[in-house]
C-alpha cells in the first residue's frame, strides 16, 4: 500500500510546522558594493521588505540594481564636474564641442535601473500593470475604502 500525501499544511511556511524559508531581513549585503550602492542596497531591501516583495531569490537582481545605481550616480558626479560636454579638435584644426563620454554611461545605468525597479513592481508604470492585471484587488480596495464595510449601500 503506497504512502499518503502529506497535509499542505505541513509544506506552507506560515503555518508553522515544517521548514520556513530564509526571512527578508536574511537577504545580506554583499561587502564588495561600494558604500553608495550598499547604502542604496539597505534602503531598498527594508523598503522591499515592507512591501513584501523581497524573498532570497532576489538577492541578485537587488545587488544589480544597486550596482547600477552606484554606476548612475559616479557618472553624475563626473557630469557634474567635467561638464556635460568637452571641447575637441578636428583635423581641419577647428574646436567643437562632444558629449562626454559619462553621458552614455549614465544613460546606460539609469536604463538599467529603471529596468531593475520595474521587475521590482517599483515605479509608477509597473504598479499600474500590476493594478491593471489583478481587477478583483481593485474592485475589493475600492469597495473597502467607499463603503467601510465592504457591503454596497443604497444610493
Not at 524573498?55 to 553624475?76: G, K, N, P, V, Y
Not at 545605468?109 to 520595474?118: E, G, I, K, Q, T
Amino acid at each position: 500500500m503506497a504512502r499518503k500525501n502529506k497535509p499542505l499544511s505541513l509544506y506552507d511556511p506560515g503555518s508553522g510546522k515544517g521548514p520556513s524559508g530564509p526571512s527578508p531581513s536574511d537577504v545580506k549585503c554583499p561587502h564588495w558594493l561600494p558604500a553608495r550602492a550598499r547604502t542604496a542596497f539597505k534602503q531598498l531591501r527594508t523598503l522591499f521588505t515592507d512591501l513584501g516583495i523581497l524573498t532570497e531569490s532576489d538577492r541578485h537582481a537587488l545587488i544589480l540594481l544597486c550596482d547600477a545605481w552606484e554606476e548612475f550616480m559616479q557618472a553624475r558626479l563626473i557630469i557634474e564636474r567635467e561638464g556635460m560636454f568637452y571641447e575637441t579638435e578636428t583635423n581641419q584644426g577647428n574646436t567643437i564641442k562632444r558629449p562626454h563620454p559619462a553621458n552614455a554611461r549614465r544613460s546606460d545605468a539609469w536604463n538599467r535601473v529603471r529596468s531593475m525597479l520595474s521587475e521590482f513592481g517599483a515605479t509608477p508604470a509597473s504598479r499600474s500593470k500590476i493594478e491593471a492585471n489583478n481587477p478583483e484587488s481593485m474592485v475589493d480596495e475600492v469597495k473597502t475604502k467607499s463603503y467601510g464595510d465592504g457591503k454596497a449601500k443604497n444610493w
